[in-house]
Antibody, heavy 118, light 111 residues
């Protein structure tokens, strides 16, 4: 059974760096072909793919946010970490991590609402 | 502004069928057979309903079907049920740089 859960701060100030952790079970990020992604959803708005990390440490980033995003993995802890620098109120959103299946995501975490406000 | 265009709303009566469209370009929907559809109930995480245009994950009822023609993909929900009322999002692979793009979402109302 695959499960994922996001953790991190729910309130950050503008210009601060956000660090979110995705802790998962039911699969290994050291297995060939496996990947975990991050997707966010501003309140009342659409989903936005942010980043993806593969089992071989290959990484993909949303082009418009590439300079602000870093995705890493800790295979021994079954965790994926997303950092986003220079947070702005427009980055207020629910952030999800998810297990990749082909070019889709078949298992999602419950999400964490991050509010950016001073 | 989302990369893929969906109608903001769709509706149908119980038992009827409804089709939701998702229009992209030759760089995404039209260029690959990697269109997915997600169902999202209020306050919940998205659920994968269709992948690779028309494949259903285990456990998804066959009332949900997907198709594609050119740059437009479609999700059809037949035999509408009250529990189908939700937001639906399409996504498509868009190349190794952009990876995946999403649509703006469609709110499906069961009348």
């Amino acid at each position: 059974q695959i499960t994922l859960k996001e953790s991190g701060p729910t309130l950050v100030k503008p210009t601060q760096t956000l660090t979110l952790t995705c802790t998962f079970s039911g699969f290994s990020l050291s297995t060939s072909g496996v990947a975990v992604g991050w997707i966010r959803q501003p309140p009342g708005k659409a989903l936005q793919w942010l980043a993806l990390i593969y089992w071989d440490d290959d990484k993909r980033y949303r082009p418009s946010l590439k300079s602000r995003l870093t995705i890493t993995k800790d295979t021994s802890k079954n965790q994926v970490v997303l950092t986003m620098t220079n947070m702005d109120p427009v980055d207020t959103a629910t952030y999800y991590c998810a297990h990749k299946k082909g070019y889709s995501f078949d298992y999602w975490g419950q999400g964490i609402l991050v509010t950016v406000s001073s | 502004q989302s990369a893929l265009t969906q109608p903001p709303s769709a509706s149908g009566s119980p038992g009827q069928s409804v089709t939701i469209s998702c229009t992209g370009t030759s760089s995404d929907v039209g260029g690959y057979n990697y269109v997915s559809w997600y169902q999202q109930h209020p306050g919940k995480a998205p659920k994968l309903m269709i992948y690779e245009v028309s494949k259903r994950p285990s456990g998804v009822p066959d009332r949900f079907s997907g198709s594609k023609s050119g740059n437009t993909a479609s999700l059809t929900v037949s035999g509408l049920q009250a529990g189908d009322e939700a937001d639906y999002y399409c996504s498509s692979y868009a190349g190794s740089n952009s990876w995946v793009v999403f649509g703006g979402g469609t709110k499906l109302t069961v009348l």
